[in-house]
């Protein structure tokens, strides 16, 4: 397990515009064009959580790992669907490699992000921002068998704003509806019991959070960084 996270960077992103000015030097250009293809690639290495790909982010680093048998029913219907035993096993036997394939490159995933339709709460003026009702004992589930829940939940339960620019905040959203995206590495897998019942859980170390806002929760409008 890692040692305690706390947030370090905040930023208000509303009303923002990144524009390369018409005397820019050739030089600038070129880190420009440099910093977007790098951008390019660290995008390119996250993968979102979902009931498609939680499977093989979870069985990957399982120390138990569930049995081809039960794998095959994410790869297809037709296998879950099969008439009988017979055909089950010939869909079995194709199935495999692409469940091997899947769990190597799952193995080699680092950074893993989770998206989260939200609603916006009352500013708190005491505290000086918004509740997110994200956090300590919040978890996502993906189906009946895997769920996300956070390994260090510090820093995601508030939007830490001032006043004013909380103004600015919840008016760039409409009806108060946001998407928050939280991006972080895998810190543990384990089967635990959430409400009730037993989940294969995967515990996301977070390292930063964004907040989308605007008509279609496209814009990013907030986001806050995080170090061990």
């Known amino acids: 397990m890692k040692n305690y996270k706390k947030y370090i960077i905040t930023s208000l992103l509303v009303g923002m515009t990144l524009s390369v000015s018409a005397a820019e030097t050739p030089a600038a250009k070129v880190d420009t064009e440099e910093a977007k293809k790098t951008a390019s690639v660290k995008k390119e290495k996250v993968v979102t959580l979902s009931h498609d790909t ?31 035993e017979f055909e089950r096993q010939e869909l079995l036997e194709k199935i495999k490699p692409i469940i091997k394939k899947r769990i190597q490159e799952a193995s080699k995933q680092e950074v893993y992000t989770i998206v989260l339709d939200k609603y916006l709460n009352e500013y708190d003026f005491q505290q000086k921002g918004f509740p997110t009702e994200v956090g300590e004992g919040s978890f996502v589930t993906h189906g009946n068998v895997y769920a996300t829940l956070f390994a260090n939940p510090e820093g995601l339960d508030f939007i830490r704003v001032n006043k004013e620019d909380a103004k600015k905040l919840m008016k760039s959203l409409t009806n108060r509806k946001y998407k928050v995206e939280i991006t972080g590495t895998i810190d543990a897998v384990k089967e635990m019991a959430l409400n009730g019942y037993r989940y294969k859980t995967i515990q996301l170390w977070p390292t930063k959070m964004v907040i989308y806002g605007g008509k279609n929760q496209k814009e990013k409008v907030w986001e806050t960084s995080f170090e061990e």
Do not use: G, H, Q
């Open 54 to 84: 939680v499977v093989w982010a979870y069985e990957a680093r399982a120390e138990l790992p569930s049995t081809d048998k039960k794998l095959a029913e994410y790869v297809s219907s037709d296998y879950s669907n099969a008439e009988d």
